[in-house]
């Protein structure tokens, strides 16, 4: 279920008394299935044996959480806290799992936080985008939630998915002074506090430095947090028995700042707002452009920021990477597309059908509103004419090859060769088409007219990376990275569905007999469909991927 880097990431939690390190996310996966498989089983049943097995794989579930939970909150400084963070967060996902159907609003109480939000905070504390925004889902305040409490709650969930301006934008609810109530008041103070943190969190990701208060700056997000922290908790004079200290605790607020204080510092640091600018790009046309991007994806993920420290965005610097489906291939894409475009350089976009043509030109539209950005080129245009190039243009390899032999000299200041799918390359052996050739006779091409472009072969099945890396280099003379990562953003079960031989020849011979009986029908009858049932086998791996035999 979980790829080897989350796997390890899983494995580096703090050891604990009686737990299997190593044996950790296999638990984890066996727990999912374990819970999966019980509410099949319980469906329309009452199964007590069935519902006991399932709620004592959920209080294992929940003492990981709760230790893990701890550790995450109160260690800020420690190592393994996005292990811990990881680990927690699963543990609260899975019981969520078992429990759905079960009515538990979200809610930032005197004494507790609700396990969802407290799952969406510990993702984002793992680093974890994807899986935050998925557990913030499940953040629905409840009716009778007052304005603070919903609008701190909304703040949160928005802030997992990544959508900062409603943060940002939103009014601040104002606190009754009137009630009679001095501790709802007083907690909801402490919400008050904690929602104008996340507010200036949201803030501090769309800015590219932080300016201090006193200088006209926002005041941190920590600062509020550690403010709840500090008036969450506090000694009860005169109490206490010996050396003892009694405390007055709000323990909800108390956790949830705990949680936020130890957040800040890590998420600032995967703002898309803050990326240097690269050798030779305009810093004003660069913060636009990210900012424009912020507004849709504000975080990077790791495997993002690794490869900007690697130099990806510098030029003379070209790129092979093969990234999982969803793995974050689009934003690396376009980020070294603004580079090129900031240089005054125009981009070829080479992606293999004309459907992925249309859809790679919609969405490059939107990040660069500022330029032309043209899919394909005319189809009538005449052997005459001469080839206008938009500053990205998007097209098959095929429509290249026919444009080059129209107007080479139109492809000469291109700063940038992006070709998406590139594994078409190697054509499969069965595969007889010209598409490989075509690929490859339009990259040496463009190469050979603009040798000082650099180069971006993206796919998700590609096995050789470091190869094509290597051929990159050769051909343009300069370094090329091999960004080649196993990890997905993410969880994946692998599964097929298997039928016995014999039943599906029964129902093939039911239904050439069908054809037979019924020679003016076009499709069978009723109920002769209704008759074509088969008893299916599952066969579900709990890895991540097959695994193969080379």
Same mark, same amino acid.
């Given at each position: ?5 989350? /796997? ?24 999912? /299935? ?48 996005? #292990? ?17 159907? &079960?009515? +538990? ?64 934008? +939103?009014? *601040? ?12 008041? +007083? ?44 008036? /969450? ?129 919609? #969405? ?26 938009? *500053? ?28 998406? *799918? ?20 339009? &990259? ?8 000082? +472009? ?13 190869? &094509? ?34 039943? &599906? ?41 097959? #695994?193969?035999?080379?």
């Amino acid at each position: 279920m979980f790829d080897p880097t989350t /796997a390890a990431l899983i494995r580096a939690a703090p050891p604990l008394e009686g737990l299997d390190l190593d044996n950790l996310p296999k638990r984890l996966t066996d727990a999912f /299935a374990d819970i999966v498989s019980a509410r099949i089983r319980l469906q329309g049943a009452t199964a007590e044996a069935d519902d006991e097995a399932l709620m004592a794989t959920v209080a294992e579930l929940r003492r990981l959480a709760a230790a893990h939970e701890t550790y995450a909150a109160l260690l800020p400084d420690r190592e393994n806290r996005a #292990s811990a963070a990881f680990v927690a967060a699963s543990a609260h996902q899975a019981i969520s799992l078992a429990l759905r159907g &079960i009515d +538990a609003p979200s809610r930032v109480d005197i004494a507790a936080v609700s396990p969802d939000v407290c799952a969406t905070l510990l993702f984002l504390l793992a680093e974890a985008h994807a899986d935050a925004a998925e557990a913030a889902k499940r953040i629905v305040p409840a009716p009778e939630a007052g304005p603070i409490e919903r609008a701190l709650l909304l703040a949160i969930r928005n802030l997992a998915q990544g959508r900062l301006g409603p943060v940002v934008g +939103a009014d *601040e609810p104002a606190i009754e002074v009137d009630g009679d109530d001095l501790g709802f008041r +007083a907690l909801d103070a402490l919400r008050l506090l904690l929602l104008r943190g996340i507010t200036n969190l949201a803030r501090q990701m769309g800015l590219r430095v932080d300016v201090a208060p006193e200088a006209g700056g926002i005041v941190p997000a920590s600062v509020l947090f550690a403010q709840v922290r500090a008036l /969450a908790s506090e000694p009860i004079d005169g109490e206490g028995v010996a050396d003892e200290t009694l405390l007055s605790l709000y323990p909800g607020p108390l956790h949830l700042a705990n949680l936020l204080l130890g957040l800040e510092g890590d998420l600032l640091g995967t703002a898309l707002s803050r990326i240097p600018t690269p050798g030779g790009v305009d810093e004003n046309g660069w913060w636009q452009t990210l900012r424009r991007m912020a507004a849709q994806r504000p975080y990077l993920w790791r495997n993002h920021r690794e490869a900007i420290e690697k130099g990806y965005l510098e030029q003379g610097v070209s790129s092979a990477i093969s990234f999982p489906t969803g793995g974050g291939k689009s934003t690396l894409a376009e980020l070294k597309i603004a580079t090129a475009l900031l240089r005054g350089e125009r981009v070829i976009f080479l992606a293999p059908t004309h459907a992925l043509v249309g859809q790679t030109q919609r #969405s490059l539209k939107g990040t660069f509103q500022d330029y032309s950005v043209l899919a394909d080129v005319d189809e009538d245009a005449g052997i005459s004419d001469l080839v206008m190039l938009g *500053e990205v243009t998007v097209m098959t390899p095929e429509r290249c090859l026919m444009l080059l032999s129209m107007d080479r000299d139109a492809f000469a200041d291109l700063g940038l060769i992006v070709f998406d *799918e590139c594994h078409l390359l190697h054509p499969r052996e069965d595969d007889r088409s010209r598409r490989g050739l075509d690929a490859m006779l339009a &990259i040496l091409n463009l190469t050979g007219i603009a040798p000082g +472009a650099d180069l971006l072969l993206l796919s998700a099945m590609m096995k050789n990376t470091q190869e &094509i890396a290597d051929w990159i280099a050769y051909v343009t003379g300069r370094p090329c990275l091999t960004l080649d990562l196993s990890w997905k953003p993410t969880r994946q079960v692998r599964g097929c569905v298997v039928y016995p031989a014999e039943q &599906i020849n029964a129902l093939r011979d039911l239904l050439a007999q069908a054809r037979i009986d019924y020679p003016d029908h076009g499709d069978p009858p009723v109920s002769v469909k209704n008759a074509l049932l088969a008893q299916p086998f599952g066969l579900f791996s709990l890895l991540q991927t097959w #695994s193969t035999t080379d």
